[in-house]
């Protein structure tokens, strides 16, 4: 919010106050000089426009479309359909006398 909106901030100590978790709020011109030193850019804070987007890239809308499956999926789920065999055709005699002994 310093750099959007051009503030400047005034030390009424020495300009060398104490920034830490305790102590952060109690001088704003401190506070913005010590994230200046520790690598701040002003040039890429960001603006209300894009305030919040964490680096996402903007949402795509979806097509109609995009919901029909594409003929690779509709190959892949017929093959998997052919290769599960029917149960009503398999020969459960086996099983039965494992079960049973």
């Known amino acids: 919010r310093t750099v959007q909106k051009n503030a400047k901030y005034v030390c009424l100590a020495d300009k060398n106050c104490p920034v830490d978790k305790r102590r952060r709020n109690r001088c704003q011109y401190c506070r913005f000089q010590t994230c200046l030193a520790v690598g701040m850019d002003k040039e890429v804070v960001r603006t209300d426009a894009l305030k ?3 680096g996402r890239l903007p949402s795509k809308p979806k097509s109609p479309n995009s ?35």
């Open 67 to 101: 919901r029909q499956p594409n003929s690779f999926q509709t190959q892949f789920c017929r093959f998997y359909n052919d290769s599960i065999p029917n149960p009503a055709s398999l020969d459960f005699s086996k099983l039965n006398e494992i079960i049973s002994s």
């Open 52 to 54: 919040g987007r964490r």
